[in-house]
């Protein structure tokens, strides 16, 4: 339960009647805290993000592999909010936290002081130790994120059409993808689709369908949080795609020319070069930096990846008035088994994180926060995919085409705005009978490919 003498310290008066709420990061639980906040007027809430827009993480792949554009699955933070007459946002980045005086600063160098605090600004991509893999091996947390992948995807295929040395070829033609979890599969799937199915016509010299799609990753099957029977479809349907999956491998080197891998049940059997100029990360999460200092100012203690422990009301228990949200916080189910950082689970601690809010503004106590399991589900390809729907007992375990169309159910409805939901459905329609992908531009730099023997033509 939650310590009830905590409460009234958490929600201390600002002293104008209306309480001052600060939320870092608007991801799925900032938003969605900031939006249930901004129908009541007792309190004033001040959202700052890096970023003007809300995006919609899980459909990041997709604008990595050319099905959606990134306006497709973002929307600005103002536009979201612009009826909540006591909500302000601030574009900025929070740096630091004085919790004496309630008081969060800004790269800017201005401040704003807070009565409670929302912090929910996520993670970014974990690389064991090895952030210099990070330039060779991007990582899928932003949109300049999928639009660096998208380039190097179509520079591979560019570079292939035009590359004499046939070894050099085979190095375009090979995509390594790291990490077996949904991202990591679903993108695996898509680069699968894109070499037999979607470009297949559109070069000369090469045949898209020769190219080698790898999925790797360390533990011993993919997708490790879903039922067993789900990992071993997903794992046939990838192989459908062409896409070969090696578990047990254990990565140990990556440089411009390829990839090496440990093998084996302990990961030092043997060690496996692939020669690849295309290695796209999707493994391990970090906490985002302004999570870290936050730690540091309250004296709390962080895991390994930067995530903080709160209780079951989502607050610091030294720091009751602050809240940790989404994949910084490590929030305990009863019996232990830690809330998944996931979509779903960050915009029930967001709604939680209001309501909690409100009910103490009233003189009410606040309930601890409950977890509503909805389920997993991952798209692979075109009409196949995997879905664990735990509420629905021994039929919720789908694959295939109803899986699929569970997928496309669920993204639609969590989608924000009107707008984007049609521009996607619009694109997916046309997409599914075309078999194309719209949205194949090569854009940043370096936009021509580094050819070491041009073919003669």
């Known amino acids: 339960m939650v310590d009830s003498q905590k409460t009234p310290e958490r929600y201390r008066d600002s002293g104008n009647g209306r309480y ?9 639980a900032g938003l969605y805290a900031a939006r249930k906040l901004g129908k009541d007027r007792a309190v004033d809430v001040t959202l700052v993000d890096r970023r003007n827009y809300h995006l919609f993480q899980p459909l990041l792949y997709q604008v990595a592999t050319g099905a959606l554009s990134p306006g497709d699955i973002a929307q600005p933070l103002r536009a979201i909010l612009r009826r909540n007459e006591n909500t302000r946002v601030i574009l900025a980045e929070a740096v630091g936290l004085d919790p004496v005086a309630r008081r969060i600063s800004l790269n800017d160098g201005g401040t704003v002081d807070y009565d409670t605090l929302l912090v929910a600004t996520g993670a970014r ?38 590359e004499a040395d046939p070894v050099r070829r085979a190095e375009w033609m090979t995509f390594v993808v790291v990490g077996g979890g949904p991202t990591g599969v679903e993108l695996a799937g898509a680069l699968g689709e894109i070499s037999r199915d979607t470009m297949r016509r559109d070069f000369r010299s090469i045949r898209p369908a020769d190219a080698r799609v790898l999925l790797v990753e360390a533990l011993d099957r993919v997708l490790p949080t879903y039922p067993e029977n789900l990992s071993r479809s997903a794992r046939r349907q990838l192989e459908g795609l062409g896409v070969t999956v090696r578990t047990g491998a254990k990565v140990t080197a990556i440089d411009e020319d390829g990839i090496e891998v440990a093998i084996g049940s302990d990961g030092t059997d043997r060690t496996e070069r692939i020669p690849t100029r295309t290695v796209l990360w999707a493994a391990g999460v970090q906490a985002s930096s302004f999570g870290r200092k936050v730690a540091e100012a309250l004296g709390v203690e962080v895991d390994r ?27 305990k189910l009863q019996g232990g088994k830690r809330v998944p950082g996931v979509a779903p689970a960050a915009l029930q601690e967001g ?19 409950r977890y509503r399991d909805r389920g997993d589900v991952a798209v692979i390809g075109r009409l196949s995919g995997v879905a664990d729907i735990r509420w629905l007992g ?8 109803p899986a699929w169309g569970m997928w496309l159910g669920v993204h639609i409805v969590y989608l924000i705005g009107f707008a984007n939901r049609l521009v996607v459905i619009i694109r997916w329609a046309w997409s599914f009978l075309t078999h194309g992908r719209g949205t194949r531009l090569i854009t940043g730099e370096p936009h021509l490919p580094p050819i070491k023997r041009p073919k003669h033509l």
Do not use: C
């Open 394 to 401: 021994r039929f919720g375990q789908m694959s295939g085409l």
């Open 351 to 369: 709604n939680y994180a209001a309501d909690s809010i409100r009910r103490s503004v009233l003189g009410e106590m606040p309930e601890p926060f």
């Open 305 to 331: 990846s930067g995530r903080l422990p709160v209780g079951a009301d989502l607050a610091i228990a030294s720091h009751p008035e602050v809240m940790i949200l989404g994949d910084l916080a490590i929030a």
């Open 20 to 28: 001052r709420v600060v939320i870092v990061g608007g991801g799925f």
């Open 125 to 162: 991509h974990a690389y064991f130790g090895h952030d210099e893999w990070a330039t060779l091996a991007p990582g899928l947390k932003t949109i300049e994120d999928a639009t660096e992948i998208r380039r190097r995807i179509l520079i591979a295929y560019e570079a292939a059409e035009r």
